[in-house]
């Protein structure tokens, strides 16, 4: 079980240590220290192995994650798990702008709160928010799923494809496009699951709604050009 | 301490009994006595925060 200081190796050997990590590695649980704040940690990382850093990261954390599990035991911030293609990213503390940006797999927890932004362009990303989110989250978000329990800031799902919004508490406005929509035994059904995964209990599905594309922008329709605004 | 309408710049606020600091990022603010305990948190946009003793 590797301990790395960050302090002490810095970050590029961590990264490039990381990288070097195979499928049948022996070498599964990593844990970092003194993390400081720094940018671009465990990105890239191609290996199913544990990372757990212990403390408050800056930016794209966990980018372009694939079949790891990366565990932040502290807040992140922007970008964090930006691109992740598959795997596990769960932040204890909060998540700064544009977390999950551009996901097309995996999970993303946040246990806290998470910034504006959250889940920009995702593509597949299931992301999981125990506290609020903040405005513009899920802009363009074309795949995936995301769950929030508590609140949502100004226009959510702006301009909004086909990924699945489920917000338990209020929201603040929605965005271009962006509607309520019935929730139906399947969506009941994503929700416990994802709920479940995330390791959340206390809420259930039936106290969240769920929110989606109208689909009056992006199958453009020239009749809809003012729905650019 | 006020922030942009649109929280376009990155802002992050650390507070503790002793100080109040912000910066654009949390990597800045890492060096700070106590900082481990410190409540860190990201101002809401166009909204005033001012403290007192």
């Known amino acids: 079980m590797p301990t790395i200081d960050l302090a002490a190796t810095g970050l590029r050997a961590l990264n490039q240590a990381l990288h070097q990590l195979g499928e049948g590695t022996n070498e599964t649980q990593w844990e970092i220290i003194n993390p400081r704040g720094s940018h671009a940690v465990a990105v890239g990382v191609n290996a199913p192995v544990d990372i757990t850093i212990k403390g408050s990261l800056g930016y794209y954390c966990a980018g372009m994650n694939r079949q790891a599990k990366v565990t932040i035991e502290g807040s992140v911030g922007p970008g964090v798990a930006e691109n992740m293609m598959s795997g596990e990213v769960v932040v204890k503390g909060d998540a700064s702008q544009y977390a999950g940006a551009t996901g097309h797999g995996g999970l993303l927890v946040i246990e806290g709160n998470a910034s504006s932004r959250c889940g920009i362009s995702m593509k597949g990303i299931d992301i999981v928010v125990k506290g609020n989110i903040g405005h513009m989250s899920a802009f363009m978000a074309q795949a995936g799923n995301l769950v929030v329990c508590g609140d949502a800031g100004d226009a959510l799902g702006d301009s909004i494809y086909e990924a699945r919004l489920f917000v338990r508490g209020s929201v603040k406005s929605l965005g271009a ?24 209990a206390g809420v259930k599905p039936e106290e969240f709604k769920r929110y989606g594309s109208a689909r009056k922008l992006y199958n453009f329709n020239v009749d809809h050009a003012d729905a650019y605004g | 301490m006020l922030r942009d309408p649109i929280a376009c710049k990155p802002a992050v606020l650390a507070e503790t009994d002793q100080y109040v600091a912000f910066g654009s990022e949390y990597r800045a603010l890492v060096g700070l006595p106590g900082i481990d305990n410190a409540r860190v948190w990201e101002p809401e946009p166009a909204t005033v925060y001012f403290w007192e003793r």
Do not use: F, S
């Not at chain 1, 496009?177 to 959340?200: F, N, Q, S, T, Y």
């Open chain 1, 177 to 200: 496009d962006c509607i309520e929509k019935p929730m139906r035994p399947e969506h009941l059904d994503i929700v416990g699951k994802l709920l479940e995964r995330a390791g959340i």
